[in-house]
């Protein structure tokens, strides 16, 4: 798993692993499943576990495997209130966006529910210090194994919609720059100063 070379710092028990910047190969493959035997691996476990804090350190909704490294199809997910800060009330509501729980999802399916068709920015660890606008469904359904190897059908709608697609896209080789609108593509910064403010 490369983990020793991939290691950036640990914390506690876990470690914040190296993430991958768009150009590297192995975010264009992809990812190959896991089984229930491997899923209950220490492996497994460990990777899940270090992805969790690679994601809370970088900070990030969202994290697959194959961003760390390792093409499997394996994401985490996790959106905290803390992260809610500047972004305001009529933001969330317009998004759809609140708090949600850590979890895994392990060798997906999804199903589009709507049509691709709600445009909003949105950023990627792998593609640092840029944004984009990236036309998405505002609703899914994914069918997938939870970090316990449990089936597990998962419906939603909003901002979770958002990351499901845009997670479960890292897992088949495709990045947000593929589906972006190009003449929206925008440095971190001047998203700040151009666009956010143009938000409700
Ligand atoms: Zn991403």
């Keep these: 798993m490369n983990e020793k070379r991939d290691t950036v710092s640990s914390k506690g028990n876990a470690v914040i692993l190296k993430i991958y910047s ?5 975010l264009r493959q992809q990812a190959r499943s896991l089984s229930t035997e491997e899923i209950h691996s220490s492996l497994i476990q460990d990777l899940i576990a270090n992805m969790r804090e690679t994601m809370r350190d970088a900070p990030g ?5 194959p961003q760390v490294g390792q093409s499997l199809q394996l994401t985490v997910i996790e959106d905290r209130i803390e992260y ?18 850590f979890h895994a999802i392990i ?19 792998s593609v640092p210090g840029f944004m984009a606008a990236v036309p998405r469904s505002r609703s899914v359904r994914v069918t997938c ?7 597990k059908v998962i419906e939603a709608t909003g901002w979770y919609a958002r990351i499901l697609q845009h ?14 609108q190009s003449d929206s593509f925008t440095t ?4 700040q100063r151009h666009v956010k403010k143009q938000l409700p």
């Design 188 to 191: 971190l910064e001047n998203y």
């Design 61 to 65: 909704v969202g994290l697959a495997a």
């Design 22 to 26: 768009v150009g590297h190969p192995v």
């Design 84 to 101: 809610f800060k500047g972004v305001s009330e009529a933001e969330l509501k317009e998004r759809e966006r609140s708090p949600i729980d």
């Design 107 to 125: 060798n997906p399916e999804i199903e589009l529910l709507s049509p691709p068709e709600v445009v909003a920015h949105e950023g990627c660890l």
């Design 145 to 151: 194994l939870d970090e316990h190897g449990e089936p």
């Design 167 to 180: 997670e479960i896209d890292h897992l088949r080789g495709r990045l947000y720059i593929d589906l972006m």
